[in-house]
């Protein structure tokens, strides 16, 4: 083996921690986990987490991951990695969770012994033991204050890019001053879950990433700092100078050096004295570092819930939609949309037509790929005088747009925008192959078509390239349709990363932060670096002019039809 530099990335998931290092030309070289259910001792947890259902509150002990990188760290050095080579760390932590440190946290993290554990000496460094998950729901009443503070959601999602929702950090902590304010005032600090990561290497408490602080319901983005009249509502009689000093400074540049790793590290596991802490991100800024993505690239993930990532320059924030800051290049943004059905409301038409047709028991999506395909776009034989088909399959709530569960079919007339609401001219559920992954594009395409350029000379705003990652990649039928519907200029691609996309990007971070030279953005560095044809294959071609204005007829009434559901659903 070589001996250049080499870059840790961790990874602080729900259900576990993963430390993958890579050298300078970014190829994976060691790669540690540590399950929480599987190989943490004396913590009563399930999936990751504790959940007080009386109270809808879904918590993970910190002690827990104390104990998990220590035990990540000596997975490594049993696999022979060399840590004097270790030239930087980062990590990306699950987004929204908060650590609160006790009022000896930073004495504690500065007087580590190499000769015990973390979890030994640091158990006790927290004002409060346990960090609220991304699965808590126990802060609606804190939401609606929130949402209520700058006169609605829509502001709100204005000035810190997304709306108020239980699981963000302001929210979280407006109800911990008031559930807990004894130990609230006892609080020194408060870290993210990739602050608090940081913290640790560098034996005191690191300030909150660029982009990861978006997810607090608290960052005003515009402005480039914390919005005084949130923070004085989440501060609540402590005050607001009290909370900034809690929360602490937030530099702006993601690459920035936070310091070197600290002694403990040195002295345990042999860390080089010059291996350089990286800030820390959010496990989502960091799933767009491990691609890279270029502007207007868009990534869909496909998997039980879709998740849409797009890197952009165009700030355009609504209460149904996510921005954070780019989480390492100024003048951009991450772009995010989260839906909760997916693949269920997928595979529900799948098995509709398996049971009607007979299971193909080597490929339970034969069926469904033959007919999506077969089936014409939008149901129209004739797209002169057909009406459009279009539905909404929500098996469960939906986030976007805000509706219960509900299966809905209509017609729309794109001529003259009439929308129908009927199971007429429908041939179930056959017609539904093709309709369900249409609506999930469409819905796709109607919350990013200001966010996209044009490619070329002559060509309508859309992405650059498609990436599809997550189990419905794999699915040639759905591939093709989210080129003909979301285009893509250079086509539709297959991403294959595993489930080390967070890891990988942290350990990209790591590099460019270390490596780059003056002005030398993440993109220019790790693009120079990243070899695609190991991680991504073309499996579909993307814009084809007809069917890409026919699907943006489409998009029209396919608002026009979210719209009209949602007004029902308030008047229910």
Same mark, same amino acid.
């Given at each position: 083996?070589?001996?250049g530099?080499?870059?840790i990335?961790?990874?602080l998931?729900?259900?576990?921690?993963?430390?993958?290092?890579?050298?300078?030309?970014?190829?994976?070289?060691?790669?540690?986990?540590?399950?929480?259910?599987?190989?943490?001792?004396?913590?009563?947890?399930?999936?990751?987490?504790?959940?007080?259902?009386?109270?809808?509150?879904?918590v993970?002990?910190?002690?827990?991951?104390?104990?998990?990188?220590?035990?990540?760290l000596?997975?490594?050095?049993?696999q022979?990695?060399?840590?004097?080579?270790?030239?930087?760390?980062?990590?990306?932590?699950?987004?929204?969770?908060?650590?609160?440190?006790?009022?000896?946290?930073e004495?504690?993290?500065?007087?580590l012994?190499?000769?015990?554990?973390?979890?030994?000496?640091?158990?006790?460094?927290?004002?409060?033991?346990?960090?609220?998950?991304?699965?808590?729901?126990?802060?609606?009443?804190?939401?609606d204050?929130?949402?209520?503070?700058?006169?609605?959601?829509?502001?709100?999602?204005r000035?810190?890019?997304?709306?108020?929702?239980?699981?963000?950090?302001?929210?979280?902590?407006?109800?911990?001053?008031?559930?807990?304010p004894?130990?609230?005032?006892?609080?020194?600090?408060?870290?993210?879950?990739?602050?608090?990561?940081?913290?640790?290497?560098?034996?005191?408490?690191?300030?909150f990433?660029?982009?990861d602080?978006?997810?607090m319901?608290?960052?005003?983005?515009?402005?480039?700092?914390?919005?005084?009249?949130?923070?004085?509502?989440?501060?609540?009689?402590?005050?607001?100078?009290?909370?900034?000093?809690?929360?602490?400074?937030?530099p702006?540049?993601?690459?920035?050096?936070?310091?070197?790793?600290?002694?403990?590290?040195?002295?345990?596991?042999?860390?080089?004295?010059?291996?350089?802490?990286?800030?820390?991100?959010?496990?989502?800024?960091?799933?767009i570092?491990?691609?890279?993505l270029?502007?207007?690239?868009?990534?869909?993930?496909l998997?039980?819930?879709?998740?849409?990532?797009?890197?952009?320059?165009?700030y355009?924030?609504?209460?149904?939609?996510h921005?954070?800051?780019?989480?390492?290049?100024?003048?951009? +943004?991450?772009?995010?949309?989260? +839906?909760?059905?997916?693949?269920?409301?997928?595979?529900?038409i799948?098995d509709?037509?398996?049971?009607?047709l007979?299971?193909?028991?080597?490929?339970?999506?034969?069926?469904?790929?033959?007919?999506?395909?077969?089936?014409?776009?939008?149901?129209?034989?004739?797209?002169?005088?057909?009406?459009?088909?279009?539905?909404?399959?929500f098996?469960?709530?939906?986030?976007?747009?805000?509706?219960?569960?509900?299966?809905?079919?209509?017609?729309?007339?794109?001529?003259?925008?009439?929308?129908h609401?009927?199971?007429?001219?429908?041939?179930?559920?056959?017609?539904?192959?093709?309709?369900?992954?249409?609506?999930?594009?469409?819905?796709?395409?109607?919350?990013?078509?200001?966010?996209?350029t044009?490619?070329?000379?002559?060509?309508?705003?859309?992405?650059?390239?498609? +990436?599809?990652?997550?189990?419905?990649?794999?699915?040639?039928?759905?591939?093709k349709?989210?080129?003909?519907?979301?285009?893509?200029?250079?086509?539709?691609y297959?991403?294959?990363?595993?489930?080390?996309?967070?890891?990988?990007?942290?350990? +990209?971070?790591?590099?460019?932060?270390?490596?780059?030279?003056p002005?030398?953005?993440?993109?220019?560095?790790?693009?120079?670096?990243?070899?695609?044809?190991?991680?991504?294959?073309?499996?579909a071609d993307?814009?084809?002019?007809?069917?890409?204005?026919?699907?943006?007829?489409?998009?029209?009434?396919?608002?026009?039809?979210e719209?009209?559901?949602?007004?029902?659903?308030?008047?229910?």
């Amino acid at each position: 083996m070589t001996s250049g530099p080499l870059y840790i990335g961790f990874d602080l998931s729900t259900q576990q921690l993963k430390g993958l290092v890579v050298n300078s030309d970014l190829k994976v070289v060691y790669v540690s986990k540590f399950d929480f259910d599987a190989d943490s001792r004396n913590f009563p947890i399930k999936k990751g987490v504790l959940v007080n259902e009386a109270e809808h509150e879904v918590v993970a002990p910190v002690a827990m991951w104390l104990q998990a990188l220590d035990g990540v760290l000596e997975g490594l050095r049993d696999q022979g990695l060399d840590f004097s080579r270790v030239m930087g760390v980062s990590g990306a932590g699950q987004q929204h969770g908060s650590v609160y440190w006790g009022e000896n946290a930073e004495i504690v993290l500065k007087s580590l012994d190499a000769g015990k554990s973390l979890e030994e000496q640091l158990s006790g460094a927290f004002s409060h033991p346990y960090s609220p998950n991304w699965q808590d729901s126990s802060t609606q009443r804190e939401c609606d204050e929130f949402d209520a503070c700058l006169g609605g959601p829509e502001e709100l999602a204005r000035v810190t890019g997304s709306k108020a929702h239980h699981r963000f950090t302001g929210p979280q902590i407006l109800r911990f001053q008031k559930k807990h304010p004894d130990t609230y005032k006892k609080t020194l600090r408060i870290s993210l879950v990739s602050s608090f990561l940081a913290s640790l290497f560098l034996g005191r408490i690191a300030p909150f990433d660029i982009s990861d602080v978006c997810g607090m319901n608290l960052w005003n983005i515009k402005k480039g700092d914390f919005d005084q009249r949130l923070l004085q509502l989440c501060a609540g009689s402590f005050g607001v100078d009290d909370l900034k000093r809690k929360l602490g400074p937030v530099p702006e540049d993601g690459g920035f050096h936070l310091g070197t790793v600290d002694r403990y590290f040195l002295e345990r596991y042999g860390f080089n004295p010059s291996c350089t802490v990286i800030p820390s991100t959010g496990d989502n800024p960091a799933t767009i570092l491990a691609l890279p993505l270029r502007p207007s690239d868009a990534m869909v993930s496909l998997g039980t819930s879709t998740t849409f990532l797009m890197s952009t320059p165009s700030y355009q924030p609504d209460p149904a939609t996510h921005f954070f800051n780019h989480p390492t290049t100024a003048g951009l +943004y991450m772009f995010m949309l989260c +839906y909760k059905n997916g693949g269920l409301a997928r595979e529900q038409i799948r098995d509709a037509i398996n049971a009607k047709l007979g299971p193909n028991d080597s490929d339970p999506w034969a069926h469904f790929d033959r007919i999506a395909l077969q089936t014409p776009a939008l149901g129209q034989k004739d797209p002169a005088s057909d009406p459009m088909k279009m539905g909404l399959f929500f098996p469960r709530p939906e986030i976007v747009p805000n509706l219960p569960a509900c299966q809905r079919r209509f017609t729309y007339q794109p001529q003259d925008g009439r929308l129908h609401e009927t199971a007429d001219g429908w041939d179930r559920p056959a017609d539904e192959a093709r309709a369900i992954v249409e609506s999930q594009l469409l819905s796709l395409r109607l919350r990013s078509r200001e966010l996209t350029t044009s490619p070329g000379s002559g060509m309508p705003a859309q992405p650059r390239r498609v +990436y599809l990652v997550g189990g419905g990649s794999k699915n040639k039928a759905i591939a093709k349709l989210a080129g003909e519907l979301l285009g893509g200029s250079e086509g539709v691609y297959k991403l294959e990363i595993g489930d080390n996309a967070c890891a990988l990007g942290a350990a +990209y971070k790591a590099v460019w932060g270390i490596e780059r030279t003056p002005g030398q953005t993440f993109e220019d560095l790790i693009g120079k670096r990243w070899h695609e044809e190991e991680f991504i294959e073309k499996i579909a071609d993307g814009y084809q002019p007809r069917l890409f204005a026919q699907y943006g007829q489409a998009v029209e009434g396919f608002a026009k039809m979210e719209h009209q559901a949602v007004e029902e659903a308030k008047n229910q």
